[in-house]
């Protein structure tokens, strides 16, 4: 049985820092795609971030570029993202989503990220 648990959101202040996990169980994670989502209020699920099984090629919204970093560690079975410069339009519900090289996809629960002074 797969589990993504997401941990590490909270309450920043605009121009903060926020550093948010994935752990996975259940899968082989050195070979998973995995990636961080985000979905506001009513708001579609929109892709953030992506780092491939190695580690070597990651991927990044526009939005984000320069801000966020993924990154993984396989040892751990975590994935992370690392968020600097923070804004209130990145409050959002961060979301762990990991797909196989059988091409399944699995999501976590989701950690909240809440911008605000």
């Known amino acids: 049985q797969v589990q993504l648990v997401e941990s590490g959101g909270g309450l920043v202040q605009p121009g903060g820092s926020l550093n948010i996990s994935c752990v996975a169980s259940g899968l082989t994670f050195s070979t998973t795609a995995m990636s961080w989502y985000r979905q506001g209020p009513g708001k579609e699920r929109d892709f953030v971030a992506s780092s491939f099984s190695a580690g070597t090629k990651t991927n990044y919204a526009q939005s984000v570029k320069g801000r966020f970093t993924i990154s993984r560690d396989n040892a751990k079975n975590t994935v992370y993202l690392q968020m600097n410069n923070l804004t209130p339009e990145d409050t959002s519900l961060y979301l762990c989503?990991?797909?196989?090289?059988?091409?399944?996809?699995?999501w976590g629960q989701g950690t909240q990220v809440t911008v605000s002074s």
């Open positions: 989503h990991a797909q196989t090289y059988q091409d399944y996809d699995y």
